[in-house]
């Protein structure tokens, strides 16, 4: 007989969230330290440009070349970066980035003129491709699925502390002599891939690059540290070799994992070819959902002109009103500022509210801002100088609003994003293909700027970002699926049924593997 209170029902309170892994933590925080080096080159060269203007005697159209010409080059770092990973590992591949850095900070430091300077970029361009592929990459197959949005979105953080870095040199070398000013912007530059190489070495290798390569144990042993319990390690290895083609119940020492690393090492150009080739000549459905999605999202990132706002800030507040050169240096700082301290909220709500709403949310924020911003410089152009105080005020509320916008979302969401979606099998690869896709659309927005603004005026410049922005909310609407909760192994399934699993029965139907003795019992 059923009482009253049966009917019921009881409640049950929330799963809690576990503790953030101190050791994934630490390791996401390593490896994300490498975008400091990006930040920092993109802002010190606002304020060195004013600099060197004066003392190379170099035209408008060379700074902006100078400027916008190293994302450029840093498509064929990103690039490399996705075939060193898989050959060296993910460790080696960050190390190397910041020994690059470092030699094009310093080529760049002691440039005796334009042409050297152009050299010293590209070797810091290159550098600076390698540090943005990899850091996501490495961070998201480290981090445990509780906390993977959290520790994938660190690289954004410290490239936006990079750049706050660099607007600070930029005002604290700014009274030196013209001649040493922006030599000393650059010089600083070199201090940190310094530390950068040797604290990398202290991280352990990627669990899936380890599977990838059969040393299965090693793997288990980082999974085991990285992950929120031993049952969750468990799971994240079987989720790896399943996608791998290994099968399960196999270690180190067994022929199949001998296979994988024999593949691994002999055959690595035929795998890469074949990885390329599904990825840009006959991907299946979901692979070309996947790329539409992840390199979509790449280039609203920087279609919409943040690395111009970035780059070109003192200018931008000087057509606001702010007319001395260091006090626009000095506002300059509110821009790194903004960006610093606004990312938190992004890096804070990853996993509490999705990626989605946060891409939404920033996206139609930018919109706006970017609109108001270009609609008050329309304004001010319009008015006499002394008239325009109010709405060079509207300009630089706009400007850092629509910075914090973009801080608070689409800068590190779409990092985070692009790094769980794809399968392990093309993830470095993919990932290569969408930096690059970042960094030519930066590279074309920065080196285009000044030429635009002088063609359509800088207000027409920012209706054109307007309405790329406006655009990009509804792409995003309508294509990206979230992946909050999701496993990476689980997140590919969001768009459509891949061939791994087909994969995966050919391998286990070729290779034999030995049966646990419980099971052997069970049958009998």
């Known amino acids: 007989m059923s009482t009253a209170t049966d009917a019921v029902p009881v409640a049950v309170a929330p799963a809690k969230r576990p503790p953030i892994n101190k050791y994934a933590f630490a390791c996401a925080l390593l490896a994300s330290m490498n975008s400091v080096l990006l930040g920092y080159d993109i802002s010190v060269m606002s304020g060195a440009q004013l600099f060197m203007k004066e003392d190379l005697k170099i035209t408008d159209t060379q700074i902006e070349i100078l400027a916008g010409v190293i994302n450029i080059y840093s498509l064929f770092g990103s690039l490399a970066a996705g075939l060193t990973s898989d050959w060296l590992g993910r460790r080696y591949t960050m190390v190397l980035a910041a020994a690059i850095f470092f030699t094009g900070a310093l080529l760049m430091g002691f440039a005796p003129g334009y042409g050297f300077l152009m050299v010293g970029r590209f070797v810091a361009g290159i550098g600076v491709g390698f540090a943005l592929m990899i850091a996501p990459v490495y961070t998201a197959e480290v981090a445990p699925t509780s906390a993977r949005g959290f520790l994938t979105s660190f690289p954004e953080v410290f490239n936006n502390f990079g750049i706050l870095l660099g607007y600070v ?13 922006w030599r000393a912007m650059f010089l600083v530059g070199a201090v940190p891939p310094v530390f950068l190489g040797v604290a990398v070495l202290a991280m352990p290798e990627s669990p899936r690059w380890l599977v990838m390569r059969g040393r299965i144990d090693d793997a288990r042993r980082v999974l085991q540290k990285t992950s929120d319990s031993p049952a969750e390690a468990e799971e994240r290895l079987l989720d790896i070799k399943k996608v791998v083609g290994i099968p399960e119940g196999v270690s180190d020492a067994d022929d199949v994992a001998a296979i994988v690393r024999a593949s691994g090492k002999g055959s690595s150009s035929s795998r890469h070819d074949g990885v390329w080739k599904e990825l840009l000549i006959n991907p299946s459905r979901p692979v070309r959902r996947m790329l539409m999605a992840g390199l979509g999202l790449m280039f609203i990132q920087q279609a919409t002109g943040v690395d111009c706002v970035v780059m070109y800030s003192p200018r931008v507040f000087e057509r606001a009103g702010i007319k001395s050169k260091t006090n626009s240096l000095g506002a300059s700082m509110a821009v790194g500022a903004c960006k610093t301290f606004f990312i938190p909220i992004s890096t804070l709500l990853l996993d509490r509210i999705g990626r989605r709403p946060l891409l939404l949310a920033s996206g139609g924020g930018m919109a706006i801002f970017l609109f108001t911003l270009a609609t008050s410089l329309h304004m001010m152009d319009r008015r006499p100088e002394g008239e325009a105080t109010a709405l060079g005020a509207v300009s630089i509320a706009a400007m850092l609003s629509f910075v914090a916008s973009f801080a608070s979302g689409l800068g590190p969401v779409a990092w985070v994003y692009c790094s769980e979606i794809y399968p392990l099998r093309l993830r470095a ?74 994969d995966v029965s050919d391998i286990r139907r070729h290779v034999p593997t030995k049966k646990p003795s419980t099971e052997l019992s069970a049958q009998h």
């Open 169 to 181: 040199s930029n005002f604290a070398f700014a009274r030196l002599p013209v001649h040493l000013s």
């Open 429 to 502: 690869q993919a990932a290569a293909i969408g930096t690059g896709l970042n960094r030519i659309m930066s590279g074309a927005t920065t080196m285009s700027f000044l030429s635009l603004s002088n063609t359509i005026t800088i207000s027409g410049s920012f209706y054109l970002y307007a309405c790329i922005a406006a655009a990009g909310w509804v792409f995003m609407y309508f294509f990206l699926p979230e992946t909050m909760g999701k496993s990476l192994e689980d997140t590919v399934k969001l768009f459509g049924k891949d061939a791994d699993d087909e």
